[in-house]
Every structure is written in C-alpha cells, then in structure tokens.
Antibody, heavy 121, light 112 residues
C-alpha cells in the first residue's frame, strides 16, 4: 500500500524543538519531492517546505526559514522536519505529501494522516 | 508571493445539482515548459487533503468524472456536475509554479 506516515508531534514549550518524521512505503521514494503542509486549528492549508527527490533542492516558507530544517534519508525512505525556536503560531497539524519528479508534473497525490504540534507553556 | 483568491467561500448545494468554485491567482501560473502549475484539493471533515485536479484540468487517479477543472493563466474553475453527499468539505486551490507554494482560503461546500 502506498502511504506516508507522520510522527513526532506533541506538546512543546515556546522556544523548544521537535523533529517530525514522514515515513514512506509502497512506492519508489527517491522519485518524489516531499512537501510539508500545515493547518492551524480552524484555519486553511499553509505550505511549509519541500525537498527534492535527491535532496539537492530545498525551499521554505518565509515564516519558518532559519528555524525549520527539512532533510531526507532515502535509505530509510524518510523525510524529517527539524523545528527549532518554536512559537505559538507554529501550532498546527503537520502533513507530509509527495509530488512526483516526472516529465509531466503531477500534483500532491498522497498525503499522510498528519501529526499535531502544540506550542504552549 | 503569489496570492490565490477563491470564490465563493461557502456554498450550499442540493444533491444532484451542479456546483462551481473559482480561483484567481495574482500572476500567471503558466511555466515556460508549457504546463500550468495549478491544483485543486478536497479536505473532507476530519480527513487529510486529497488531490482532485492537477495541471489545471487533469483529474487525479480515482476521482469521479463529475469533477472537472478548467482555466488557464490566472483564472481557474472547479465544477461538480452533480453534487453528492460525499462531496462535502473544504476545497482548496493551490499554485505550485513558485515557492512558496500558496493555497486559496478554501471554499466550504455543504449539502442543502
């Protein structure tokens, strides 16, 4: 079964750190970009970051640049999101999603179930 | 950043009737490679988002053919030919031409 499974969420104090993981299975992991998208309670979807299949291209939203780091281990079929200097406004459900590297571009066609990050004292 | 503006932000539709959602981007989403980097996503209540339409008009695998996407450049439309109960949720447009990728505000579809 093709799937992405996020983990690592939890409750953290402002200024703290968390590392989210996105584990892939059922497909050729190194053929896909992986994106992180978050959704604050009652709010819409917000794109956070992406990493290319081979890790050579990385982009971030301005709101997380310098605080979050995306990385991947293709041997483990896993993408990570290291989140430092967390703020209350980072509270959200974090989803990872895949997007194919292909001659004809696709959409984000597989999403994980999400992991919840709560930043609060 | 590219701004995505959806309308309406909510709509209530009788089952079997059509529905339409519009999305406008602040700049053209046409890439030099000829592809338009525009998607539609549906987030059903309590679920993760799912891809409906990519490249403006291509239905994703498993998406019923009552869903269709059209448009080009900066103006796009999602149409549902006959709304069913399972179509309730939040519909988002998204541009993937440039980073940061940006979503519309979301359109809430309810059943009358």
């Amino acid at each position: 079964e093709v799937q992405l499974v996020e983990s690592g969420g939890g409750l953290v104090q402002p200024g703290g750190s968390l590392r989210l993981s996105c584990a892939a299975s059922g497909f050729m992991f190194n053929n896909y970009w992986i994106h992180w998208v978050r959704q604050a309670p009652g709010n819409g979807l917000v794109w956070v970051a992406r990493i290319k299949s081979d890790g050579t291209v990385i982009n971030y939203a301005d709101s997380v640049k310098g605080r979050f780091t995306i990385s991947r281990d293709n041997a483990k079929n896993t993408v990570y999101l290291q989140m430092n200097s967390l703020r209350a406004e980072d509270t959200a459900v974090y989803y990872c999603a895949r997007r194919a590297v292909a001659v004809v571009p696709g959409g984000m066609d597989v999403w994980g179930q999400g992991t919840t990050v709560t930043v609060s004292s | 950043d590219i701004v995505m503006t959806q309308s309406p932000l909510s709509l209530a539709v009788t089952p079997g009737e059509p529905a339409s959602i519009s999305c406008r981007s602040s700049q053209s989403l046409l890439h030099s490679n000829g592809y338009t980097y525009f998607d539609w996503y549906l987030q059903r209540p309590g679920q993760s988002p799912q891809l409906l339409i990519y490249l403006g008009s291509n239905r994703a695998s498993g998406v019923p053919d009552r869903f269709s996407g059209s448009g080009s450049g900066t103006d796009f439309t999602l149409r549902i030919s006959r709304v069913e109960a399972e179509d309730v949720g939040l519909y988002y447009c998204m541009q993937a031409l440039l980073t940061p990728h940006t979503f519309g505000q979301g359109t809430k579809l309810e059943i009358k």
